[in-house]
């Protein structure tokens, strides 16, 4: 028609096809009977989408308008053309009968009286008619209805499952007030500390890198510390003679042996420290794993930054101080000798050499060589100590603190904040508040159709 662009036809086709292809709906192909039905777009298109004829009902209008002589019998019963459900045909208002305002309850009356009146249709009346075209609808309706409650109740509860899914991961929504914000804050760093502690304790990975370093690299780099190079001949040599001074010892170089003893030993701090700082990082790494692991950290962003700066504060703490006590124990093993040890050594009746000699060649080597293997097995017999004792002061003062303790600082910190303080923690992307707060909309919209086809369900 004048006016209307040349796709048109096109343009209703689509929109035609875009409601028929989806496979819940009911198709109405409508056909006039005073037409030819192979040219029916309505028959065409249905038999494209619905090529069993599952879900079309075909309607014949115009019956009372055919030519004289002809009539529709071969398409309603079905030979003309057959379809799954029985071909009903109606005959509606007149264009005439619009005009004279003929109401519904008159025209279906006189509908149901020419279907009734008229030799060829007369015993196609009973499934002929509007309203017979109404019921066949409904009923249809009703079983598809049915036959789609199943899967509409795994639809809605896989989407509920979904929906809740997505809002426990997007977290709960943010309290007003400040004792609100103030436990959620609370809540979460409780998750995160839980967290931590598994990790520490076996449940998750990563606490097993602490046995490492006290199972193999402690040992190792004890080993690499070579007394036995340490208490070579030249340098028992030299140690002793300097600390016998302008005149040698009288029974054994007491102060030599304190001396070699101090030189062996000071060289442990190297791998106690080392020991400490690795333990360190190893905590540190497990903050880094926990955070990633606590989902309700990736909500809020300042809150996740300020939970590691806090925990790296105090392991740092942690580590100092561990650091001190672990260099203690290697000191005070410096500072006072076992005395039981060298009570049990020989005298050292005569020290050969002759004293007419410089004070560097006083002493035989067999007699040096003697001194350098009684030290070594003092200091062999302290490091077998500290080899125990040092783990033990690390998980002391840093693994155990590290569960104790990790976040007890930031806590009290915490409580002194003001509500506008504690809502800079909380700085939520606003676009996942919205995004929470539609999914819940869904949620509710979702359970409370789950509720009524449940009920529908039931009843049946």
Known sequence: MEGQPESIVQEIENMVRAFIEKPNCIILAVSPANQDLATSDAIKISREVDPKGERTFGVLTKIDLMDKGTDAVDILEGRAY???????????????????SVDMIAARRRERDYFANTPEYKHLAHRMGS????????????????????GLQSLITKTVAELETELTRLGKPIANDAG?????????????DGIYKEHLDGVRPGGEKIYHVFDNQFPVAIKRLQFDKQLSMENVRKLITEADGYQPHLIAPEQGYRRLIESCLVSIRGPAEAAVDTVHGILKELVHKAIN?????????????????????????????SKKNTLKLVDMETSYLTVDFFRKLPQDVEKGGNPSHSIFDRYNDSYLRRIGTTVLAYVNMVSSTLRNSIP??????????????LLDHFFTELGAREIRQLSKLLDEDPAVMERRTNLAKRLELYRSAQAEIDAVAWSK
Request: charge should be positive; proline fraction near 3%.
């Open 82 to 100: 057959r379809l799954q459900f029985p071909w009903i045909g109606v005959v509606n208002r007149s264009q005439q009968d619009i005009n004279k």
């Open 131 to 150: 309203e017979h075209l109404a019921k066949s609808l409904s009923k249809h309706l009703e079983s598809v209805i049915k036959s789609r409650i199943p």
């Open 180 to 192: 609100g914000k103030l436990y959620t804050i609370m809540e979460i760093c409780r998750m995160f």
């Open 293 to 321: 692991e606590t989902h309700e950290l990736k909500q809020f962003p300042t809150l996740r930054v300020e939970v590691g700066n806090a925990a790296f504060e105090s392991l740092e703490r942690m580590r100092d101080e």
């Open 392 to 405: 033990k002061s690390i998980v002391y003062c840093q693994v155990r603190e590290a569960k104790r303790s």
